[in-house]
């Protein structure tokens, strides 16, 4: 099986082709408000170095969010119009689970993505990856009060410290989270939606 993975819900735009259990290709760059001019260059770009033919994919997988809204609508449209072309269904990817299953930790893990304004996404897992809590928006008192009760590996997509709390930063393991969400369930490109956890600035200031 060969599988396309997209990820723009952050400032770095990860895209890879894996094979199998076998990364072809993998783009990775920090290109903060720069994903409209770049992201879509670097799939035709992994698929090139990949050396495989754009109809050769079998598997979609995107990340939907949480994470910058420009960013993630990004990656959902690619997804979206390259399902279309090549007729496939999505996989869509979490952002905080992703951030979980590349820690390589087996005990209760929190992922946190920093949402500004002393806000954050976060989401909290078991050892199989499966959710404690729901994925969250939420302030960082909240935060503090889940360390309290949880008192998980706590791991985000860069260097945080909230109170006495350091935030481990993790690279994403590409193969690894395309490995685990392979078989999840899939959804109809029409029907993909991100999945902001709350309303853009603009629109709430409506």
Known sequence: MISLFIDTSTSNVSISIVKDD????????????????????????????AKIDANDVNNILVVNG??????????????????????????????????????????????VINANRNNYYVGIYDSEYKEIINEEFMDANKILELIDKYNP????????????????????????IVNYYK???????????????????????K
């Open 22 to 49: 076998k990364i072809l290709s993998i783009i990775s760059n920090d290109i903060p408000n720069e994903h409209s001019k770049y992201a879509t260059h670097y799939v035709k770009k992994a698929i090139d170095e």
């Open 153 to 176: 590996y706590i791991v985000s997509n860069d260097f945080y410290v909230l109170g006495k709390h350091k935030f481990n930063k993790v690279n994403l393991d590409v193969l690894k």
């Open 66 to 111: 949480p994470g910058s809204f420009t960013g993630v609508r990004i990656g959902v449209t690619i997804a979206k119009t390259y399902g279309y072309l090549i007729n496939k269904e999505i996989v869509p990817v979490s952002s905080l689970k992703s951030l979980a299953i590349s820690s390589n930790y087996s005990g209760t893990i929190m992922s």
């Open 183 to 205: 078989d999840k369930n899939t959804v109809n490109y029409h029907a993909l939606v991100p999945n902001y956890l709350k309303l853009p600035q603009a629109m709430e200031n």
